[in-house]
């Protein structure tokens, strides 16, 4: 360990990650929040945002396919998709592993796109030139208040609310009704939910008792993810759709993008949504439902 340079990341009001600091490949402040490429030891190439890990080379493909990959195989209809930040391009690129029309993706800060295309070009693989993409740089919820019942899937691929960050208000029951408002009839959403250790689970089980107040059918998964250091936090909803009832989607649909996959599977996604005991009593009894006039911050 001698020489051995630190960085250290805040991962909650109490409790702080240090990671092996190889090299600092680019850092600078955006009109929104500051943007990090570095080099940690054990995780190779890292996108950070305002501190905090957003992807590692190593282990990306684990957080985007969980993300990506559940909804969409369980969707009745993917013709139109909106990714909602997701600025590196890698959920973008799983999406277009399916038989997409149009993907809408917006992201408010171009320069994590612009970055992100020179610094983590494997992230994207080249999905930011498919003709299928729009790319429109806007505010998420400035871009789904304007849209009505036209998206059969949206993706909330965020930074976690923190006060002040760009992020902030698109975890709160009014967007989630305006999400609501721009999917299709039997359309699908899925948000990530921040961490859902056993220590910090406050956001994720709100996030949850939030969106119980505007969908029917909430779906809460989760699954590990090394460079987060922490089980991770999902949330699949449904406008009509019970999506119980329709797993058996994921195997007819599975072997179309399955040889593509390095983490999703049948098994994988049976183990994600199984979640242990002490996750489902804090659905129970710690959740908040998220306001506008009371937003709530990760730390």
């Given at each position: 360990m001698?020489?051995?340079?630190?960085?250290?990341?805040?991962?909650?009001?109490?409790e702080i990650i240090f990671h092996?600091?190889?090299?600092?490949?680019?850092?600078?402040?955006s009109p929104y929040q500051r943007i990090e490429i570095v080099h940690f030891g054990n995780l190779g190439r890292c996108l950070l945002l305002d501190g905090k890990m957003q992807s590692s080379e190593v282990d990306e493909f684990i957080y985007h396919e969980a993300l990506v990959h559940p909804v969409m195989l369980l969707s009745e209809s993917v013709d139109k998709v909106l990714i909602a930040g997701g600025g590196e391009g890698a959920t973008l690129r799983e999406v277009l592993k399916h038989p997409v029309n149009e993907v809408v993706m917006v992201e408010l800060d171009e320069s994590v796109i612009t970055i992100a295309k020179q610094y983590l070009p494997e992230w994207n693989s080249g999905a930011f030139d498919d003709p299928r993409v729009r790319l429109v740089i806007d505010d998420a919820r400035s871009y789904i208040e304007k849209t009505k019942n036209y998206f059969d899937v949206i993706i909330i691929d965020l930074p976690e609310p923190a006060e002040g960050g760009p992020a902030y208000l698109l975890y709160t029951k009014e967007f989630y009704e305006k999400?609501?408002?721009?999917?299709?009839?039997?359309?699908?959403?899925?948000?990530?939910?921040?961490?859902?250790?056993?220590?910090?689970?406050?956001?994720?089980?709100?996030?949850?008792?939030t969106l119980k107040q505007v969908f029917p059918y909430v779906r809460p998964y989760i699954t590990y993810v090394p460079s987060f250091f922490a089980p991770w936090g999902f949330v699949l909803v449904s406008k009509k759709i019970?999506?119980?009832?329709?797993?058996?989607?994921?195997?007819?649909?599975?072997?179309?993008v399955g040889e593509s996959l390095k983490f999703y599977d049948m098994d994988s996604h049976t183990s994600m949504f199984y979640l242990p005991?002490?996750?489902?009593k804090a659905f129970e009894k710690e959740g908040i439902v998220i306001h506008?006039?009371?937003?709530?911050?990760f730390y």
């Open positions: 001698k020489n051995c340079k630190w960085y250290i990341e805040q991962t909650s009001e109490d092996s600091l190889k090299e600092i490949i680019y850092s600078e402040n999400v609501k408002e721009a999917l299709t009839e039997k359309g699908m959403m899925v948000t990530q939910s921040a961490s859902a250790s056993v220590n910090n689970l406050r956001v994720f089980v709100s996030i949850v008792s019970n999506p119980d009832e329709y797993v058996n989607r994921i195997n007819e649909k599975l072997y179309s005991k002490h996750i489902k506008d006039d009371s937003p709530l911050s």
